[in-house]
């Protein structure tokens, strides 16, 4: 089974990252960019097929260590 | 006084660290790996060093907080037991929970890496009892995360408790937005947890302790660590 957690920060949280790449977007001339977060993408191989219990794991993986949930959201996805 | 120094694959402030404890404690402090589940019996001192634990990956000190040696550094911590952690330790303790908040990156996005001024909040905890409140020191930074954020809340508990003891200012001791190097929330450069026994800074005091380094501001933090642990002897 395949999943996807993608990690991005909470509202209100500065990101001097996301900020640059806004300039970098906006120096390139490319239309219409508002503004920028950069957040993670992790690709995940789950062993079986339960998909209860795999979305209990990977909430557990997210929490415990993909996130940090001081600053950031996560969302699971089963694909 | 007894001191523990951990390393952790990436981290490259250990010998410093170890010199400066040995220098200032006269005794040798033992190097504990992050793969052992115990430290050495009679521990005075854990100190989680700076350098660049896992290569940052994740987020800074991410990895090294689910180290096998951290559930015994929670545990010592949570009977009293005194903790420093400098740098990338201060960012270790954050992910492993032994402290509130996180180290995102500095507010201008460039690694910075020299001198600085922090200016001593309270002299009255193990961690400054070497020096005067409202002493200024120079200590050198060098890191590239060292902006602390916390929630409102927390940063509200942090001033009303008195839990920020160092903070950069200016060379007379003026905190302000130009001197706040990194952008982090109120100047703050080190805090300690509700228990007072656990210290996380940015700067790095092991590395202004000898003539030879042009300062020795860094000196009394350990000095103080040394006569607080011999008071309590």
Known sequence: ?79 | MKSAVLVFPGINRERDMARALKLISGKEPAMVWHAETSLPEGTDLVVVPGGFSYGDYLRCGAIAARAPIMNAVRDYASKGGLVLGVCNGFQILCESGLLPGVLMRNAGLKFICHDVHLRVERSDTPFTRGYNAGQVIRVPVAHGEGNYEADEETIKRLEGEGRVLYRYCSPDGVVDERHNINGAAQSIAGIVNDGGNVLGMMPHPENHVEDIMSCTDGRGLFAGLVQHLEKAA
């Not at chain 1, 079986?48 to 557990?60: I, M, P, V």
């Open chain 1, 1 to 79: 089974m395949k999943a996807r957690v993608t990690v991005t920060l909470k509202s209100g949280i500065l990101d001097p990252q996301g900020k640059a790449i806004e300039g970098a977007l906006k120096s390139l001339g490319v239309d219409g960019v508002a503004s920028v977060r950069q957040g993670k993408v992790f690709d995940i191989e789950l062993s079986g097929s339960d998909r209860a219990k795999a979305e209990a794991a990977l909430k557990e993986a997210a929490d415990r260590l993909l996130a940090n949930t001081v600053i950031e959201n996560y969302r699971v996805e089963l694909l």
